[in-house]
């Protein structure tokens, strides 16, 4: 290791990725990337704004801050003092970059919390801005301990919860989300939506309600533009006006021309969105209907994927991801305590998950020899 390296870095433990092999084509259920193309309307605007790509994109973003909160409004029907402004909304390059952007925002100087099983870039980007972490296991079947999350400890100033929670896809009610809001006001809590669109329950309609809210969505799950690198904050004025502030130390251009560009474009086509979300949902409630006939354990998903055991008998969750690959299919698989007889399965087309079941059918006929 070079001298030169600080002490911090040298503790960092970086965050993987799942793979993006370049060696031949696979059927990809790895990464949870949305199997349709983004929206014509997104690829007009990206194409129209290319002759402009030698001026700086505008800082703050305005246009699509304003098209998200026209979006929200008209869907979740808000209005008067719930109704969202520009204001309301924050845009990050990816969500990822505004995880990040929320530690030294709120979390420097004290710990936060969250589930032991969740996305596992938090526990890393904490480390990064060296806020102190806190473990909350999830119950024996993956659920979330209500308890535990409404007695967060004083010394912690709030938490990530990703609702639909990934690995595992399980998600909370509104209800539930109110409750853990209500719990304790003290408490900042960071409700990371990456997959809601795929069948949860939004919160983004109660952050003119609660000041602890703040609401993380992305353009790269259900709006098809993983490459774009896209994703928005949503919440009071004043917490997103931190945010702002925080941005404007570190990196003031955020989201590019063509972000811009395609951010605005993806939230005015409600119709193709609503299309193609559906169109996953229907092909994960019958994958994971054709999985369980198969004696496979299936946790009920309101996500882009599923995370499902293979069942007693049969191979292993690491001998499917292996068999899987040779067979020109890429699922994740987490070599970790308490998962690691599970895959977690993307969403891909009818055909490639008729593909993905025929090649998990043949596996378990060969195991069962
Ligand atoms: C994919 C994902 C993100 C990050 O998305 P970006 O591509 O950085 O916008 C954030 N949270 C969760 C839980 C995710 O799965």
Redesign the pocket.
Known sequence: MTKFISPLAATLVPYVPGEQPKDKKYIKLNT?ENPYPPSPKVKAAIESELENLRLYPDPDAEKPREAAAEYFNKVLGLTGGDALTKKNIFMGN????I?ALLCPAFFSGSKVAFPDIT?T?YPVIASLFEVPCVNIPLRDDFTLDQDAVKNLPDDVAGMFL?NPN?PTGAAISLDEIKAILEADADKLIVV?E??VDFGAETAVGLVNKYDNLLVVQ?L??SRQL?GI?C?LAIASEELIGVLDTVKNTFNSYTLDRLGNAAACAAFADVEYFDETRKKIADTRDKVSAQLSELGWDVIPSKSNFIFAQPPAGSATAEEFFHELRGKGILVRYFAKPRINNRLRITIGTPEDMETFVGAVKEMMAEHAK
Do not use: H, Q, V
Request: charged share 25%; glycine share 10%; hydrophobic share 25%.
């Open positions: 949870n990816g969500s990822d970059e995880l996305y870039f990703c990934a990371d990456a997959y992305t790269s799950k993983a690198r994703g």
